[in-house]
């Protein structure tokens, strides 16, 4: 079982230039979130979708955007890098319930120099 | 709206030792209750949670954590710890309130050092 995987592992990218950061899950889960961490501020919310068609914005969502076309991918788009985005991104996928546990990718660790 | 409060940002502790990691919760509403370990560079993964019932909630790796309403608290426990249990530890919650769409919010996290 795969389970959520993204790429890439790492990535360093200049001020300006953009990038997409993807997520796939092989759960067949409805609802999928993006969150980043920045060293002792824990996990951060940036968006999320509870199914293909439909993303919500969370708690930190300025300069990025995401689409959600199928139930597998949830690929997550920085448009203008900034320093401010340097920071490791999670995937995480769930069924939705609020009981249910979230399942978490191995993370993209991003430099923006 | 809900929030966590991680006490401690750095739990040092010698193997064997016994370990509580502190945990508060704010929230109007019901709550589920989440711990979440993430060792060195690596997603995070399900230790245990707590949804009803009983308040003592035992999960993977000998780790169990009590559900206290009237404190507001989830703390988690290990008896004697193992150096593979170095990593930082996350609490959440999620509640009922109907605006939080599924949402977990996350505290800031321990970071559990085990020492020879």
């Known amino acids: 079982n795969a389970g959520v995987t993204q790429t890439p592992k790492f990535r360093i990218l200049k001020i300006g230039q953009s990038m997409t950061l993807q997520c796939t899950q092989d759960m067949n889960h409805n609802y999928m979130y993006w969150y980043r961490q920045d060293p002792g501020m824990g996990l951060k919310l940036i968006y999320y979708s509870v199914g293909a068609g439909i993303t919500d914005k969370g708690e930190v969502p300025n300069g990025y955007n995401v689409s959600r076309s199928t139930t597998e991918d949830f690929p997550l788009r920085l448009e203008l890098a900034a320093p401010s985005q340097t920071s490791v991104y999670f995937c995480a996928s769930s069924s939705g319930q609020l009981t249910d546990t979230q399942y978490f990718g191995p993370g993209t660790r991003l430099t923006v120099l | 709206a809900q929030s966590v409060t991680q006490l401690d940002s750095q739990v040092p502790v010698f193997e064997e030792a016994p370990v509580e990691l502190r945990c508060n919760y704010s929230?109007?509403?019901?709550?589920?209750l989440f711990w979440y370990v993430q060792y060195p560079n690596q997603g995070l993964q399900l230790l245990l949670k707590?949804?009803?019932?009983?308040?003592l909630v035992k999960g993977i790796n000998g780790f169990e954590a009590e559900f206290n309403k009237s404190q507001t608290s989830f703390h988690l426990r290990k008896p004697s710890v193992h150096i593979s249990d170095t990593a930082e530890y996350f609490c959440a919650v999620s509640d009922d309130s109907g605006g939080s769409n599924y949402k977990l919010t996350f505290g800031k996290g321990t970071l559990l050092t085990v020492n020879p």
């Open positions: 707590y949804l009803s019932g009983s308040t």
């Open positions: 929230s109007s509403v019901s709550v589920y």
